[in-house]
């Protein structure tokens, strides 16, 4: 999941916050926490009947709040589904440095959205993490990490 290199350069990191986008109460909570970068969450931790809630907590959170230094990384749906489309539009707005990708079980999924970046002239350096979460995930990991070349 972590891409250690940034720039060509090593980049460790010491800690990676994950967050729920629809919890305003962690999000304004980010600005006094020392981290190395923060995951927002779009995904597993926001219920169906509140993505858009998230979503607009998120891109409200990235207007108001500079987070000057430390690494940013969305996790959205699958954009296999209407939802993480809409996710990924809402976090191109916010300009991340990565975005994650939930479940990542073939090539193909990382492919769809460097497609889908491509397509809306997103920012060269926006990342793609995948996770591996699934068995079928785990026996294909060797073709995941290969796609990113």
Same mark, same amino acid.
């Given at each position: 999941?972590? !891409?250690?290199?940034? #720039? #060509?350069?090593? +980049?460790? &990191? &010491?800690?990676?916050?994950?967050?729920?986008?629809?919890? *305003? &109460?962690?999000?304004? %909570?980010? *600005?006094?926490?020392?981290? !190395?970068?923060?995951?927002?969450?779009?995904? !597993?931790? @926001?219920?169906?009947?509140?993505?858009?809630?998230? +979503? !607009? #907590?998120?891109?409200?959170?990235?207007?108001?709040?500079?987070?000057? =230094?430390? /690494?940013?990384?969305?996790?959205?749906?699958? @954009?296999?589904?209407?939802? =993480?489309? &809409?996710?990924?539009?809402?976090?191109?707005?916010? =300009?991340?440095?990565?975005?994650?990708?939930? *479940?990542? /079980?073939?090539?193909?999924?990382?492919?769809? @959205?460097?497609?889908?970046?491509?397509?809306?002239? $997103?920012?060269?350096?926006? *990342?793609?993490? $995948?996770?591996? /979460?699934?068995? %079928? =995930?785990?026996?294909?990991? $060797?073709?995941?990490? /290969?796609?990113?070349?």
């Amino acid at each position: 999941m972590v !891409d250690f290199y940034f #720039n #060509n350069t090593v +980049r460790p &990191r &010491r800690s990676l916050l994950s967050v729920p986008a629809i919890n *305003k &109460r962690a999000l304004a %909570k980010l *600005k006094t926490l020392d981290c !190395d970068g923060v995951i927002f969450d779009l995904e !597993d931790s @926001v219920a169906p009947d509140l993505k858009d809630e998230a +979503r !607009d #907590n998120l891109l409200t959170f990235f207007k108001d709040t500079p987070l000057a =230094g430390r /690494e940013t990384i969305i996790r959205i749906n699958p @954009v296999s589904v209407n939802v =993480g489309q &809409r996710d990924l539009k809402a976090a191109l707005e916010c =300009g991340p440095n990565a975005i994650l990708l939930p *479940k990542v /079980e073939q090539p193909s999924q990382i492919q769809d @959205v460097a497609d889908l970046l491509a397509e809306a002239d $997103a920012p060269d350096d926006i *990342k793609i993490w $995948a996770m591996i /979460e699934t068995p %079928k =995930g785990i026996l294909n990991a $060797a073709s995941i990490a /290969e796609s990113s070349h």
